[in-house]
């Protein structure tokens, strides 16, 4: 019984970013919506400094926003944020800075950085909380999520908190409410065909899935995490969300 319930709670199997990236680029329609993602090498982060000017380095495993280092390309120099701490370096130095923030022993990756859309100043991203609690994935929470001031990550556990994605996406669209229903309409269908990819060769029954949304409205796939928190849907004024994932959070453990 103990066996079971660890695989319904997705804890057997650990998936790095690189597989989950990996396995959803041989998808015909996710494919074009992922930003480029490639194994760490500073050769690779200087080339995609300068194609993108912005790139994140994040460990293969991890969640929470933990130990996301940002490099930005400012003319001549480059600046390396890590949590509190930013510096200006020369390109000779752009390895060594990233590298002082690493952790040793840990793969990391560099992916493309997006030009964020804005919710009251913040940068923010989108959060689809999916369960498997039978046979089929079901969406039981959706909520923008808003990093803190001056933040470069929306994560909760950094300051990111929840606000309702049809306020924050009605704000980025300035009250066009055809738009905000394709892009929330556009964010459903992505999320379901991640899940369904992902669970092809895995067997998790929770994803909490991380999408983006640019300036000009294009929408791209961040990542999907087999343990998400459930803790930012408390923060939403409607309690529907955090029902059903809990509900259904006890259908899993069953």
């Known amino acids: 019984m103990r066996a079971k319930t660890q695989q319904n709670r997705g804890i057997l199997v650990p998936i790095g970013k690189m597989i989950q990236y990996k396995e959803m680029r041989q998808h015909p329609v ?10 760490i090498s500073n050769a690779r982060t200087l080339r995609m400094l300068d194609e ?23 003319g001549r120099r480059y600046e390396i944020r890590c949590g509190s701490s930013r510096r200006i370096v020369r390109s000779h ?10 952790r040793p022993h840990r793969r990391y990756l560099v992916q493309q950085g997006l030009r964020l859309a804005k919710y009251k100043g913040s940068i923010f991203d989108v959060r ?3 369960q498997k609690p039978e046979s ?9 999520r808003v990093a803190a001031p001056q933040k470069v990550v929306t994560n909760y556990r950094k300051g990111g908190h929840a ?16 738009k905000m229903k394709e892009t929330l309409d556009q964010i459903i269908e992505l999320s379901k065909m991640v899940a369904d990819t992902i669970d092809k060769n895995h067997p998790f029954r929770e994803l909490g899935i991380d999408l983006a949304i640019e300036k000009n ?8 995490n087999p343990h998400p928190g459930h803790k930012l849907f408390k923060q939403l004024p409607n309690h529907k969300m955090i029902h059903n994932i809990l509900r259904n959070k006890r259908r899993i453990e069953r």
């Open 128 to 130: 689809v909380y999916m």
């Open 217 to 224: 409205g294009q929408i791209w796939i961040i990542e999907a």
């Open 136 to 144: 089929e994935w079901v969406i039981s929470g959706i909520t923008g």
């Open 163 to 178: 606000a309702p994605l049809s306020k924050v996406l009605l704000k980025v669209f300035k009250n066009d409410r055809t």
């Open 93 to 102: 130095a752009v390895r060594r800075a990233i590298k002082t923030h690493r």
């Open 30 to 39: 996710l494919s074009s919506y992922l930003p480029e993602t490639q194994w």
């Open 52 to 74: 993108y000017r912005t790139v994140f380095i994040k460990p293969n495993y991890g969640s929470g926003g933990t130990g996301i280092i940002r490099a930005k390309k400012l």
